[in-house]
C-alpha cells in the first residue's frame, strides 16, 4: 500500500504512525465521500487507540491473574495499615459510632466502586454471579477483607476480647487495602 521501500509489510516494528499513513494514502484513493468518511473514522479511531490508559479497560471475568494482582495491590497499601498504630487509634475512635463504621465502610465500598467503574467492569457480563453481582468487586472486597482480618490477628494487632473495635481496626486496614486491591486489579501492566 506504501511507495516506501519494500512495502510496509517488511517493517519489523510498525506502530500507529505506519497506520495512519496507510490510512491517509488510502483516503486519497477512494472516490466516494461516504467511503472518505469510513477512512477518517478510522483515523480517529486510530489516534484514541495510541493513547495511553492510565486505567486498564477490563476485558473478561475476574480470575486467578486479577486475584493475584489484587492480592498484591491490597499486600503493598495495606502494610503500612497494619503496622502503624494509627490504625488502632482510629479504630477506636470509630468503634462506638454505628454512623462512623458504616461511613467507613461505604466510602470504601464507593472508591473501590468508583476505580472499577473507570475500568468499565460493568460491561463484563461473564464476570457476574447469577447474572446481577460482579465477580471482580465480592472477589476485590473478600480479599482485602480477608487480608485485613487475617495480617491484624496474625501480627497481633488487634484484641478480639473487644470484637467491637478490632472489627473497626480490621474495617480501617479493609478499606485501605480494598482500594489497593482495585488499583492492582485494574492498572495496565
Given at each position: 500500500m506504501t511507495?516506501?521501500?519494500?512495502?510496509?509489510?517488511?517493517?519489523p516494528?510498525?506502530?500507529?504512525?505506519?497506520?495512519l499513513d496507510d490510512l491517509?494514502?488510502?483516503?486519497?484513493?477512494?472516490?466516494?465521500p461516504?467511503?472518505?468518511?469510513?477512512?477518517?473514522?478510522?483515523?480517529?479511531?486510530?489516534?484514541?487507540?495510541?493513547?495511553?490508559?492510565?486505567?486498564?479497560r477490563i476485558r473478561d471475568a475476574f480470575d486467578l491473574r486479577d486475584a493475584g494482582e489484587a492480592v498484591v495491590g491490597a499486600f503493598l497499601f495495606g502494610i503500612p495499615m497494619v503496622v502503624e498504630g494509627g490504625t488502632q487509634e482510629i479504630g477506636?475512635?470509630?468503634?462506638?459510632?454505628?454512623?462512623a463504621v458504616a461511613l467507613t465502610a461505604a466510602f470504601g465500598f464507593l472508591v473501590v466502586l468508583g476505580i472499577l467503574h473507570a475500568a468499565r467492569f460493568e460491561e463484563v457480563e461473564?464476570?457476574?454471579?447469577?447474572g446481577v453481582v460482579p465477580r471482580r468487586l465480592v472477589g476485590i472486597l473478600g480479599i482485602s477483607g480477608g487480608m485485613a482480618v487475617g495480617l491484624m490477628t496474625l501480627?497481633?494487632?488487634?484484641?478480639?476480647?473487644?470484637?467491637?473495635?478490632?472489627?473497626?481496626?480490621?474495617?480501617?486496614?479493609?478499606?485501605?487495602?480494598?482500594?489497593?486491591?482495585?488499583?492492582?486489579?485494574?492498572?495496565?501492566?
Open positions: 511507495d516506501r521501500e519494500g512495502g510496509a509489510d517488511d517493517d516494528d510498525p506502530d500507529i504512525d505506519d497506520v491517509e494514502e488510502l483516503e486519497e484513493l477512494v472516490d466516494r461516504e467511503e472518505r468518511e469510513r477512512v477518517r473514522e478510522a483515523m480517529r479511531t486510530a489516534r484514541r487507540a495510541n493513547r495511553p490508559r492510565v486505567v486498564g477506636v475512635a470509630i468503634a462506638d459510632s454505628t454512623a461473564a464476570d457476574l454471579i447469577a501480627w497481633r494487632r488487634v484484641d478480639w476480647s473487644q470484637p467491637d473495635v478490632a472489627a473497626a481496626q480490621c474495617l480501617v486496614t479493609a478499606v485501605v487495602m480494598a482500594v489497593g486491591a482495585s488499583l492492582g486489579d485494574v492498572l495496565p501492566e
